[in-house]
């Protein structure tokens, strides 16, 4: 079957991953929708690339712009990225926007009957309940793109939930996994911008390095799977090769393994439940030699101790710590933050904001807004 897909965040770092997939199976994937902000030239080169694709870009000067181009209509801002998560002749939307700007037309996908892939874990964080509930209704897949999730839903895969011991997230543990406490205070965002094993969007490359990443990835998981958060935990495996695993009553583990590559979990989601030789390499395990594991750092990165709070505490307190996360990581890459400020905001924010525990989609924005406003100050 072949699968008409849009893509909002196309020009980014998942967005030219999933590009890669498109192009390597083009009788399975048909590119119908195109997004992009921030690199407008790339946006007119995706254009030129696929003809039938209807665009959209950041603003109405760009859209002007590349219309004239192009000589065909093009969308633009918030409207644009609703009116392409609605196009009747998608199948599927996949959201790689960073950041919470993906959550509407995310919903919206959802509510016209499509399937959702779902790169930007920070919609599922600040709104799982809501986005779970839109696609139960609906009767669209929620499909995981982020490479832990993913692994967790191919090992999953025709097993009885009610045996599912607990969830056990990969972590790389980020640069600084051996560092000792007093050496974060002067980590400059170069430092936190170079990972280990993957390349990938400057804000999700900083959440690795504070593990708020791995924060939002157990709240992520707490949705996708409708797991306790008290049975979502985090291992670190410093090689980014066991994508994640998952422990069952009987005490088996099952893992799904694969190279660095996010094309291999965007192939996955978008051409689910069928799979294809990709574009994604190989895996050489006797060349790697060897897998190490290892616990957490909680004490040096209390990312993960916030996250489970607000995961376990639910209502509004996980829109709160990432929005609070996501301004903060602005600050710290623009120099007025510390790195240890990221955190130091972030649970700033989660003691101050009014907690409210059924939120409205408008009380998750007004928590999300009072968040970021605290960090700002
Ligand atoms: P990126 O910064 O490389 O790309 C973001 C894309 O979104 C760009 O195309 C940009 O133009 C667009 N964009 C940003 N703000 C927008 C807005 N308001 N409206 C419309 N378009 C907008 O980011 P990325 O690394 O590709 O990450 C995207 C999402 O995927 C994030 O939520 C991240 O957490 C998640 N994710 C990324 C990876 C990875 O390997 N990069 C892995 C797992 C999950
Ligand atoms: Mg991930």
Redesign the pocket.
């Known amino acids: 079957m072949k699968r008409r897909v849009v893509i909002?965040?196309?020009?980014?770092?998942?967005?030219e991953s999933a590009m890669r997939v498109a192009r390597a199976l083009p009788d399975r994937i048909e590119i119908v929708g195109l997004?992009?902000?921030?690199?407008i030239g790339r946006l007119l080169e995706l254009g030129r690339e696929f003809p039938e694709a209807v665009l959209c870009a950041?603003d109405e000067s760009a859209a002007e712009r590349l219309s004239r181009t192009l000589g065909r209509p093009v969308l633009h801002g918030e409207e644009g990225?609703l009116t392409l998560a609605a196009l009747p002749e998608a199948d599927l939307v996949l959201v790689?926007?960073?950041?919470t700007?993906g959550l509407k037309p995310a919903l919206r996908a959802l509510e016209t009957d499509k399937d959702l892939a779902v790169?930007?874990?920070?919609i599922l964080v600040m709104a799982g309940e809501l986005v779970m509930a839109t696609a139960q209704k609906m009767g669209g897949r929620v499909l995981p793109?982020?490479?832990e999730h993913n692994a967790i839903f191919q090992c999953l895969e025709g097993q009885d939930p009610s045996t599912v011991k607990r969830l056990m997230l990969t972590c790389s543990g980020g640069p600084f996994r051996k560092a000792a406490s007093a050496d974060l205070a002067s980590v400059t965002p170069e430092q936190a911008l170079r990972h280990p094993t993957?390349s990938?969007?400057?804000?999700?490359t900083i959440d690795s390095a504070t593990l708020f990443n791995k924060g939002l990835e157990m709240i992520e998981a707490k949705w996708l799977f409708g797991m306790p958060m008290d049975r979502v935990d985090v291992i670190v495996h410093p090689q980014s090769i066991v994508h994640s695993l998952v422990e069952f009553l009987d005490g088996s583990i099952l893992a799904q393994l694969g190279s660095t590559d996010?094309a291999l979990p965007i192939q996955y989601a978008l051409t689910y439940p069928e799979r294809f030789n990709g574009p994604c390499a190989p895996l050489d395990l006797t060349a790697l030699g060897k897998l190490e594991f290892e616990a957490p750092r909680t004490d040096l990165f209390p990312a993960l101790d916030l996250a489970r709070r607000a995961g376990t505490t639910g209502g509004t307190l996980p829109a709160v710590l990432n929005a609070a996360n996501e301004a903060a990581v602005d600050a710290f890459l623009a120099g007025r933050l510390s790195f240890p400020g990221i955190w130091e905001n972030v649970a700033r924010a989660m003691d101050t904001v009014p907690f409210v525990e059924h939120p409205t989609l408008d009380q998750l924005i007004e928590a999300d807004q009072a968040a970021r406003n605290i960090v700002a100050s």
Do not use: F, P
């Open positions: 909002l965040g196309a020009t980014g770092s998942i967005g997004a992009g902000r921030n690199n950041g990225l790689a926007i960073v950041g700007s790169a930007s874990k920070e793109v982020d490479s993957w990938m969007g400057r804000k999700i996010m």
